[in-house]
């Protein structure tokens, strides 16, 4: 059975960091491109940041980069996305995906992965 699973999330104080972990199972990364994703209430998903499994290219959006590290552990079936410099703007329920299709070029544009998690969520408020 496909499935990714995403772990990491919590409250923290602005300023603070959290690592995201998404475990696979089901099937191997290394051929996929795995994407985190966000969602805020009220809000539309929004591609946060992506990588490669195959070549370890990556994207960041604008809003993260500099914050945000995405890494794979193909080893270990694993993707994190460590987040630092936590804004309370960074609150939302985060998803990863993973999609064949963006193995070579991994954007966040959402027709392109086929599995997703259900996500955690990540709350920054003093």
């Known amino acids: 059975q496909v499935q990714l699973v995403e772990s990491g999330g919590g409250l923290v104080q602005p300023g603070g960091s959290l690592r995201l972990s998404c475990a696979a199972s089901?099937?191997?990364?290394?051929?996929?491109?795995i994407g985190w994703f966000r969602q805020a209430p009220g809000k539309e998903r929004e591609g946060v940041s992506c990588i490669s499994s195959s070549d370890g290219s990556t994207y960041y959006a604008d809003s993260v980069k500099g914050r945000f590290t995405i890494s794979s552990d193909n080893a270990k079936n694993t993707v994190y996305l460590q987040m630092n410099s936590l804004k309370p703007e960074d609150t939302a329920r985060y998803y990863c995906a993973a999609g064949i299709r963006a193995t070579f070029h991994p954007v966040p544009e959402e027709t392109l992965y086929d599995y997703w998690g259900q996500g955690t969520q990540v709350t920054v408020s003093s």
């Open positions: 089901g099937f191997t990364l290394d051929y996929y491109a």
